[in-house]
């Protein structure tokens, strides 16, 4: 009789947004169709109005809010959420859309386990409003990056990243709009990969 091995275990990740969820909700939608060995344990989102809650509630995912306003620094909130992901039992964080500088509060409790999406190619345009930076430094080609986190901004090993053309006439938004289909497929083109390296590496 031949072993049936097991099915691996879905990687349980934490996503972190601040704002409209278009990533998360890509990753939510692949999971749910089979297309991710992952699973969303927890949403965390800082600002209270911020679309991404109604998405995980759409999808049926947990959402906390940590308003990084009621925390008197930035490692005090970082500790909030590192709390909140071991709470939720949290393997991998995907900052998808978080607008927040992390401290080594994070990084430490996560080490090499944190991934950032950026709407650029880095190491170009690193930081806020990366869009904008592209357009108004006149390039003819733009993208997104996927990368580890470190604690240096936007800096650290890239994994996964896609070209978008400048077009003549864009606009902030039009360019950030087709850039953000890439962005869609590229957290999940990197989330897959990492799940198929735990199966072998570490679990
Ligand atoms: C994405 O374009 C992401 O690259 C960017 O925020 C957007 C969130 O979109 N992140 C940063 O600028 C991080 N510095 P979403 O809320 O629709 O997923």
Partial sequence: MSEVPAAPSPLRLGVLASGNGSNFAALAEAIAGGELAAQIQVLIYNNPDAPVAQRAQQWQIPSVLLNHRHYPSRESFDAAIVETLKTYAVEWVVMAGWMRIVTPVLLSAYPQRIINLHPSLLPSFRGLHAVEQALAAG?????????????????????????????????????????????????????????????????
């Fill in 139 to 203: 390039v003819k080609i733009t993208g997104c990056t996927v990368h580890l986190v470190t604690e240096e901004l936007d800096s650290g090993p890239i994994l996964a990243q896609a070209a978008v053309p400048v077009l003549p006439d864009d606009t902030p938004a039009t360019l950030h709009a087709r850039i953000q289909v890439q962005e869609h497929r590229i957290l999940k083109q990197a989330i897959a990969e990492i799940a198929a390296q735990q199966v072998q590496v570490s679990r």
